[in-house]
C-alpha cells in the first residue's frame, strides 16, 4: 500500500464522517456515490493529458472519437462528465442533477457500463457535493494498482466489518496480484476470474500483456463473475477507467457455469473466499466443473481448485500450450486431510500442480492470517517437469509498511518469479523494475530472503534448490509427505525466534488449524456412526 494510497483514505475517512453527521444515509448508501465521485476524478486524470494530445493532433479532416481512446486503454468522457467542468459548477446549480448527468452521459458513450454508475447524488445536499469535488481535486492521482477495490475494501473494514465480507474477497493485494501475473504469464488469449471481486486480476493481466507486446500473440479476453451485483458493478468500473472491457456476471459460482467454463480458457486467475461452508452438495453433484468429487467435508476450498483445473484449455485444444490458473489459498488446503487429500492427490498425479509459494501474514487488507499461491499449468503434462512441483517459501520476503501491513517491492517480485522462470528454463525478460529510492525492507528469520545479484544463489542462471527458499520436489517425494503441498515440508525453514512471533498472527493460524480439525472430527464420526449403523443393520 502506497503512501499516496494511505493519504487518500484518510481523505476518505474525513469525508465519510463528514457524511455520517450530514446525511441521514447508511455507510453502504454512501459509499457508492462516493466511489463514483473517485471513479470520475481518476478517469479525468486518465483522460486529460491523452485528451491534450489527440488535440493537437487533431486536423479537420480527422475527428476524434471514444475509439481513439479505447484503442490506447482510455475510458472516453463526454465534456458534461470531465471532472474540471463539474468542478467549476457555480454553487448556484443543481451540483446532484449535474452529477447524474455526467455518470448518465459515460454510460451512453460507454455500453459496456450501461445501468452500473451511481446516480443518487440528488440525495445529498449541493453544497456537500461541492466540496466533495473540491476534496477530491487535490488528491494525488499516482497511486497505483486497484484503487478503487482497495478503497471498497476500505469503506467495508471501517463501516461495517460484521456485515461485509471478510479476507480480502473484493480486493487482492496489489503487489501479490503481480506476483501470480508475473508466474502465470497471460500474454493473451481468454482469462476467467470466477470470483473476480473489483477486477484486479484483470487490470494487472493486461498491463503485463502491453509490457510484453512483443511476445503477446492476441489480445486478452476478459470473463469474470461475482456473486453480488454492486461488485459486478465495482469491477465494470474498474475496468472501464483503464479502457478495458469484459464479460462481467453475477450469479454464484458454486451453482452456476455463466460462462460455460469447462476446458475453455487459457488462464485462470482467482481470490476466492477462504473456508467457505454451506455449499448445497446436492446441487452440485455429478456437475463437470468438479472431476474429482465433491469433498465430504463443509469446505469449499477444493470445490474452487476443481473450478480452476477444470475452466483450463487442454494441450491438445490450444497448440499444445495448456492453460494456466494462478490463485490465492488458504494454507489449510495444502495438508487437509481425508476426502480432501484425495482431490489434492488426484491434482498433483495430473501432473498440472506446477509451482506453490507460501506468503507471510499481513498482506491483506482485512486480515493478517498468511497464505499460499498455487499454480496449475496443464501445458507441462507430458514435459520433463509432469513429475515435478516447484515449492517457493517467501514468507520472509516483504517489505514492511507499517506495523500492521506488508506487501512485495517490484524487486522482489522479480526476484520470486525469476526462480520460477528458471524452473521452467525461461529466459529473463519479464519484470520491469521500477525504482523505489526512499523505501526499505526487512526480513523475519534467518531464511535467504533477496540477494543483489540472482547470480549469488543460481551459478550460469540456471535453477537449482536453495536451503530455505526453493525446492523442486517429485510426486513420490510428495507422496511420501501424505501428499502435502505445504513448501516448509520441503524447502525447509528456519525457527522463528520467541521474539518475532505477533500473537495475533499465531492465535489465527491456530484457529485455522483447529476449524480444520473440528471439521475433520466430524467427518469420522460420520463414518464411525455409518459403519456402526451397517454392522447393526447386518446383525439384524
Known amino acids: 500500500m502506497s503512501t ?15 457524511l455520517r453527521a450530514n446525511s441521514t444515509l447508511s455507510s453502504f448508501e454512501y459509499s457508492t456515490p462516493v466511489l463514483g465521485l473517485i471513479f470520475l476524478r481518476y478517469a479525468w486524470h486518465r483522460f486529460k493529458p491523452l485528451h491534450e494530445k489527440k488535440e493537437k493532433e487533431s486536423s479537420g479532416r480527422v475527428t476524434i472519437g471514444p475509439e481513439h481512446y479505447k484503442a490506447e486503454g482510455v475510458m472516453y468522457l463526454p465534456e458534461k462528465a470531465r471532472y474540471d467542468y463539474l468542478l467549476q459548477l457555480p454553487e448556484s446549480e443543481d451540483i446532484g442533477k449535474k452529477v447524474n448527468e455526467a455518470m448518465e452521459a459515460i454510460e451512453k458513450e460507454n455500453r459496456e457500463l450501461a445501468g452500473v454508475l451511481p446516480k443518487e447524488y440528488k440525495r445529498f445536499d449541493d453544497s456537500m457535493l461541492k466540496d466533495l469535488l473540491k476534496n477530491f481535486s487535490n488528491i494525488g492521482t499516482d497511486v497505483e494498482g486497484d484503487v478503487f477495490g482497495q478503497i471498497y475494501e476500505y469503506f467495508l473494514g471501517q463501516f461495517a466489518m460484521n456485515e461485509g465480507q471478510k479476507g480480502g474477497e473484493f480486493f487482492t493485494p496489489t503487489s501479490i496480484v503481480k506476483l501470480i501475473v508475473e508466474v502465470l504469464e497471460p ?13 484486479g486480476m484483470f487490470v494487472q493481466s493486461e498491463k503485463f500483456r502491453q509490457r510484453h507486446r512483443d511476445q503477446a500473440k492476441q489480445n486478452l479476453s476478459i470473463y469474470g463473475q461475482e456473486n453480488k451485483e454492486a461488485t459486478v458493478r465495482l469491477c465494470k468500473m474498474n475496468l472501464a477507467v483503464h479502457g478495458l472491457e469484459g464479460d462481467i456476471k453475477a450469479g454464484n459460482t458454486y451453482y452456476e457455469n455463466l460462462h460455460n467454463c469447462v476446458g475453455r480458457f487459457d488462464y485462470v486467475m482467482a481470490n ?20 474429482f468429487g465433491i469433498p465430504s467435508t463443509d469446505n469449499a476450498n477444493f470445490l474452487w481448485m476443481q473450478e480452476f483445473y477444470s475452466a483450463l484449455k487442454d494441450p491438445e485444444t490450444s497448440s499444445g500450450q495448456g492453460g494456466r490458473a494462478g490463485f490465492v489459498m488458504a494454507n489449510s488446503a495444502a495438508d487437509a486431510r481425508h476426502s480432501e487429500q484425495e482431490i489434492r492427490k488426484q491434482l498433483i498425479k495430473e501432473g498440472v500442480v506446477d509451482v506453490i509459494i507460501s506468503v507471510g501474514s499481513n498482506f491483506f487488507y482485512t486480515v493478517t492470517l498468511p497464505c499460499t499461491l498455487w499454480f496449475f499449468d496443464k501445458g507441462k503434462q507430458g514435459t520433463d517437469r509432469e513429475n515435478e512441483v516447484l515449492f517457493i517459501d517467501a514468507r520472509n520476503i516483504y517489505r514492511q509498511i507499517d506495523r500492521a501491513q506488508r506487501d512485495f517491492t517490484p524487486d522482489q517480485i522479480e526476484f520470486i518469479s525469476s526462480i520460477v522462470r528458471r524452473y521452467r528454463n525461461e529466459e529473463e525478460v519479464h519484470f520491469e523494475v521500477a525504482a523505489e529510492p526512499d523505501t526499505d525492507y526487512e526480513a523475519n528469520g534467518s531464511s535467504v530472503t533477496q540477494p543483489d545479484d540472482m547470480d549469488e544463489l543460481f551459478l550460469n542462471g540456471e535453477y537449482q534448490d536453495i536451503p530455505g527458499l526453493c525446492k523442486v520436489a517429485t510426486v513420490e517425494e510428495i507422496e511420501e509427505q501424505g501428499w502435502s503441498l505445504n513448501p516448509g515440508r520441503y524447502v525447509g525453514v528456519a525457527e522463528r525466534e520467541e521474539d518475532d512471533v505477533d500473537f495475533q498472527v499465531r492465535l489465527g493460524e491456530l484457529y485455522e488449524e483447529l476449524e480444520l480439525l473440528n471439521a475433520e472430527s466430524k467427518d469420522l464420526e460420520q463414518k464411525i456412526s455409518s459403519n456402526i449403523q451397517k454392522v447393526l443393520n447386518t446383525n439384524d
Not at 499516496?4 to 463528514?18: D, H, I, S, T
Not at 488469449?189 to 473489483?198: E, N, R, T, V
Not at 476466492?272 to 472431476?291: A, L
Open 4 to 18: 499516496n494510497l494511505n493519504k487518500l483514505e484518510n481523505r476518505l475517512w474525513e469525508v465519510a464522517n463528514n
Open 272 to 291: 476466492p473466499p477462504f473456508n467457505v461452508s454451506g455449499v448445497d452438495k446436492e446441487t452440485i453433484e455429478g456437475d463437470e466443473r468438479y472431476p
Open 187 to 199: 500474454y493473451g488469449g481468454k482469462i476467467l476470474d470466477p470470483a473476480c471481486g473489483s477486477g
